[in-house]
């Protein structure tokens, strides 16, 4: 008997950890203005997984409000960014591919917000590219920055 899949992930200190059930299938590098900032990095790798295949399996996350419907959420001991939560979709959330404990078997498959990418990245130049989110514009959304 095999297990059911999940995956295991967690911050930078150890504080928080977290497990997913079943598999991961959208991830994507977003370009907004928004994860490059908040993250310090030039692009950040997001999958999404429907909310309740999430669970954290140690610690809590904190949150930082960056809209009026989005909220980042990070450990508030190390400060790793882990998640983005909007409740303009409540019944997903994105996860930074990078607190995976095996981000290597999980492969980009498109960009969003490719408008805002930097000129001068070269990353998955194959990969479909979304100006914005995959789905469009959503209601509320401004046209430069995700969420
Ligand atoms: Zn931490
Ligand atoms: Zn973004």
Not at 63 to 75: I, L, V
Not at 78 to 91: E, G, H, L
Not at 96 to 114: M, Q, S
Not at 123 to 129: C, K, R, T, V
Request: hydrophobic content about 30%; proline content about 6%.
């Amino acid at each position: 008997m095999s297990e059911p899949e999940s995956h295991e992930g967690g911050c930078l200190c150890g504080e928080v950890r977290y497990r997913i059930k079943g598999a991961i299938d959208s991830v994507g590098h977003c370009h907004c203005t928004m994860c490059r900032r908040w993250s310090g990095a030039v692009a950040v790798t997001w999958f999404t997984v429907p909310l309740d295949r999430f669970a954290l399996t140690k610690g809590e996350l904190a949150t930082y409000r960056s809209s009026d419907h989005g909220e980042r959420r990070f450990c508030p001991a190390c400060a790793t960014q882990v998640a983005f939560w909007s409740n303009q979709r409540p019944d997903e959330i994105d996860i930074t591919l990078g607190t995976l404990d095996h981000p290597e078997r999980h492969p980009a498959d498109h960009h969003v917000f490719a408008a805002n990418r930097l000129p001068w990245l070269h990353l998955d130049e194959q990969l479909p590219a979304h100006d914005t989110t995959s789905s469009g514009m959503v209601p509320g959304q401004s046209k430069t920055e995700r969420t």
